[in-house]
Nanobody, 120 residues
Framework: VQLQAFGGGLVQAGGSLRLSCAAS????????MGWYRQAPGKQREWVAR???????NYADSVKGRFTISRDNAKNTVSLEMNNLKPEDTGVYYC???????????????WGQGTLVTVSS
């Protein structure tokens, strides 16, 4: 299973960006897809998650500004980021919990990351 993320870039504070991520490979089922981010010099933190059959979840720091959406048929997840702040700067990683083929186990998969820079 491979996750390909894209859509990062440079934006001024108050601006918007949309990140997208596509999962490919042998994918019987996906439990959830989401996003994490890592700011320079900090640990990776969870941002948002779209769970199958459930409501999306958001970190408090992005609630009301970010919207996650998922296309189950295409195995894609997007993150619409509005009213961006300099503290949103970081590398954003796509994450998916994917069923292993021929098994009932679900494994975590990560994309390569895409850089978001918000200037003040």
């Amino acid at each position: 299973v491979q996750l390909q993320a894209f859509g990062g870039g440079l934006v001024q504070a108050g601006g918007s960006l949309r990140l997208s991520c596509a999962a490919s490979g042998s994918i019987p089922s996906i439990n959830y897809m989401g996003w994490y981010r890592q700011a320079p010099g900090k640990q990776r933190e969870w941002v948002a998650r779209a769970v199958s059959g459930g409501e999306p979840n958001y970190a408090d720091s992005v609630k009301g500004r970010f919207t996650i959406s998922r296309d189950n048929a295409k195995n894609t997840v997007s993150l619409e980021m509005n009213n961006l702040k300099p503290e949103d700067t970081g590398v954003y990683y796509c994450n998916a919990n994917v069923q292993r083929s021929g098994s009932s186990m679900y494994l975590e998969h990560w994309g390569q990351g895409t850089l978001v820079t918000v200037s003040s």
